[in-house]
């Protein structure tokens, strides 16, 4: 299975971004599809968690009630719309695959940019 993130760009402080992550391939098996992001000189973070089939939702506490995480199990995507986002938001984000039967993330994106100033 491979993942293909999508939507980065540079926008403005209080401006709002919809990433978009499409599933491909085969032994897809989710369980859990999430959104982190990285800045250089830090370690990966969570953003975002969602049950594929559950739809139960997890968020980090500095996009909660900014941030929404959602998916569409008949085309194998999962969406971050990002609103009210801060300078420090800034990141690249990659959304990841939790698969059935396995304890963490094994199949990450290959990470887009987001870039917001103020």
């Known amino acids: 299975v491979q993942l293909q993130a999508s939507g980065g760009g540079r926008v403005q402080a209080g401006d709002s971004l919809r990433l978009a992550c499409a599933a491909s391939?085969?032994?897809?098996?989710?369980?859990?599809m999430a959104w982190f992001r990285q800045t250089p000189g830090r370690e990966r973070e969570f953003v975002a968690s969602i049950g594929w089939y559950t739809g139960g939702t997890t968020y980090e506490d500095s996009v909660k009630g900014r941030f929404t995480i959602s998916r569409d199990n008949a085309k194998n995507t999962v969406s971050l719309e990002m609103n009210s986002l801060k300078p420090g938001d800034t990141a690249v984000y990659y959304c990841?695959?939790?698969?059935?039967?396995?304890?963490?993330?094994?199949?990450w994106g290959q990470g887009t940019l987001v870039t917001v100033s103020s």
């Open positions: 990841a695959l939790r698969r059935t039967g396995r304890s963490s993330y094994e199949v």
């Open positions: 391939g085969s032994n897809f098996n989710p369980l859990l």
